[in-house]
């Protein structure tokens, strides 16, 4: 069986018109194959959490062998289901887009792709490549053009990043005030 996004698992406070605000009009989820790095996987979930995708599915062991020592300094892990994972394709979300973000010969480029509404976006861990099949199995795959290859972390952040601006999004000083660390008072 198909795991199901729902609203619930992001956070009961928020409505679901409010999550498809952040999520640019649909539900997000984040598929990480064997990711390595603790704290990349902790700067996704603060991405998830700005941007409004709803979980991080992995698969692989290091990620879990590391958790516990991550930084995810806005606590999302608390927030955001992080869950192990056998394999990303059978729990992708029921009716979402499979995106592989990957540097594939053939590719879509970032600028020029048109996100799907719900989107299940797959990477590849920090020091391999997706595996072939589940390049193969995904509706989408694009690439970030870059003079050299990025960082999990920076990749999700850039592709959730992509996602917000090309849709219709809040701007507002509201929002200003709500997302800026207490430190920050700055005005003009």
């Known amino acids: 069986m198909k795991y ?3 609203i619930d698992l992001v956070n009961s406070n928020e409505t679901q018109a409010d999550f498809k605000r952040w999520s640019g009009h649909g539900l997000v989820s984040i598929g990480l ?32 062998y590391a958790k516990n020592f991550n930084a995810d300094t806005r606590q999302m892990r608390h927030i955001i289901p ?62 970030i053009p870059t003079r050299n290859s990025m960082n999990l972390a920076a990749t999700a952040n850039v592709v959730l990043y992509d996602r917000m601006a090309k849709s219709d999004y809040v701007a507002n000083d509201e929002l200003i005030k709500k997302s800026r660390d207490n430190n920050n008072g700055l005005a003009i």
């Open 4 to 6: 199901a996004n729902t």
């Open 33 to 64: 194959v064997n990711p390595k790095s603790a704290t990349n996987v902790a700067s996704i979930l603060r991405a998830c959490g700005c941007y409004g995708a709803s979980a991080v599915f992995y698969t692989g062991q290091r990620f879990g």
């Open 82 to 143: 992080t869950i192990g994972v056998d394999d990303l394709l059978a729990i992708a979300p029921k009716d979402a887009s499979k995106v592989v973000i990957e540097l594939v010969e053939g590719a879509i480029p970032l600028p020029e792709f048109v996100h799907p509404e719900n989107a299940f976006y797959i990477f590849g861990p920090e020091d391999a490549s997706v595996p072939e099949d589940i390049v193969a199995a995904c509706d989408h795959v694009v690439y």
